[in-house]
C-alpha cells in the first residue's frame, strides 16, 4: 500500500505557472505507475497525465497536451506535475494516484491509491 500527499496548489493568473508536487510513502515508488486527475465543480474526475514506472512512457489527455508536463524522481519518492499557460478551464483539485498496473493506464479505475487532492484555481 501506499500513501498519497500533494502540495503546491494555489491561485495563479491565466497565462501563469504551477508546478504540484505528490510525495509517496509505504511501499516501493518506483513499482508504481502514477497519474494526475483532476476534478472541478460538477465534473466527473478526469485524467491529466501519467508516467511509468521509470519515467520513459508518459500518457497525456489531449487537453493539457504542449502546456502540462509530468516527472518523477524515484530517489524521493515523489511524482511532479508542471503546468504552464494555465486558462481559467484549469481550475480543479488535482489529485495524485498510483497504479500497479505495468503500462500508464489513463482511466480512474485504473489508480488503485490516491491522495486528498489540492485546489489549482486559475483567474481570468
Known amino acids: 500500500q501506499v500513501q498519497l500527499v500533494e502540495s503546491g496548489g494555489g491561485l495563479v493568473q491565466a497565462g501563469g505557472s504551477l508546478r504540484l508536487s505528490c510525495a509517496a510513502s509505504g511501499r516501493t515508488f518506483s513499482s508504481y505507475v502514477m497519474g494526475w486527475f483532476r476534478q472541478a465543480p460538477g465534473k466527473e474526475r478526469e485524467f491529466v497525465l501519467g508516467?511509468?514506472?521509470?519515467?520513459?512512457?508518459?500518457n497525456y489527455a489531449a487537453s493539457v497536451k504542449g502546456r502540462f508536463t509530468i516527472s518523477r524522481d524515484n530517489a524521493k519518492n515523489t511524482v511532479y506535475l508542471q503546468m504552464n499557460s494555465l486558462k481559467p478551464e484549469d481550475t480543479a483539485v488535482y489529485y495524485c494516484?498510483?497504479?500497479?498496473?505495468?503500462?500508464?493506464?489513463?482511466?480512474?479505475?485504473?489508480?488503485?491509491?490516491w491522495g486528498q487532492g489540492t485546489q489549482v484555481t486559475v483567474s481570468s
Open positions: 494516484a498510483a497504479s500497479d498496473s505495468i503500462v500508464v493506464v489513463a482511466t480512474r479505475s485504473g489508480y488503485n491509491y
Open positions: 508516467i511509468s514506472r521509470r519515467g520513459g512512457s508518459i
